[in-house]
């Protein structure tokens, strides 16, 4: 996927030292990195499944599974194993700088990608599905929206819990759903539009 103009950018970024990441020389490197992972995940969030089409309206960000921000991890930075993508809420406001989702974070270092040091699903090295089925029905305005860990999957289960998955199920009939009494005619002053039609008959 990274070819050698790639590998040169990389080399500049480190020499240059800072935030490695955020350098700007990089934007082309990462940009490529982003539309690969996309295409892998099917522009949906790695951990949550939501999509970028449709009502979520979502933005996808590139996610390091193994944090780049601790420094035995750093040199996955730009491993593609490593790297998918997933929205702001379950990169940045859950995951984060987190480790306790490793199993063995001594094996991982040497280890990246090996799905058995991770109690979640792992992005690429997982089949999400095999742990989760995640289900979307619509009906007129009412929206399910459920996730159910699959043969009581321990790894279904962790990533259940550990993205709390649970906050983003919806019943069929929550309050806030259903058939909204609002008539239109309620807000609607008919001189007023009575007033715009004569405007344009004036001319
Ligand atoms: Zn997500």
């Given at each position: 996927m990274l070819n050698k103009d790639d590998l040169l950018l990389i080399t500049q970024a480190i020499e240059n030292g800072g935030d490695i990441w955020n350098n700007e020389i990089l934007r082309p490197v990462k940009a490529k990195i982003k539309e690969y992972h996309r295409s892998v995940q099917d522009e949906?969030?790695?951990?949550?499944?939501?999509?970028?089409?449709?009502?979520?309206n979502m933005v996808l960000d590139i996610e390091h599974v193994l944090p780049k921000g601790h420094s035995y991890f750093k040199?996955?930075?730009?491993?593609i194993c490593n790297l998918s993508v997933s929205c702001k809420r379950c990169?940045?406001?859950?995951?984060?700088?987190?480790?306790?989702?490793?199993?063995?974070i001594e094996s991982a270092k040497n280890n990246?990608?090996?799905?058995?040091?991770?109690?979640f699903i792992h992005?690429?090295?997982?089949?999400y599905y095999d742990h989760i089925k995640y289900i979307v029905e619509i009906e007129n305005e009412c929206r399910v929206i459920k996730y159910m860990v699959i043969n009581s999957s321990a790894k279904g289960k962790y990533t259940y819990d550990f993205f709390r998955l649970k906050e983003l199920e919806r019943e069929a009939?929550?309050?806030?759903?259903?058939?909204?009494?609002?008539?239109?005619s309620d807000s609607i002053d008919f001189d007023i539009e009575s007033d715009i039609y004569k405007l344009f008959m004036e001319r």
């Open positions: 949906s969030c790695c951990y949550c499944r939501r999509d970028t089409t449709g009502e979520f040199k996955y930075m730009f491993t990169n940045l406001k859950i995951k984060g700088q987190k480790t306790d989702f490793i199993v063995d990246p990608c090996d799905n058995h040091l991770f109690h992005p690429n090295s997982d089949n009939m929550d309050k806030s759903q259903g058939v909204k009494n609002v008539k239109i």
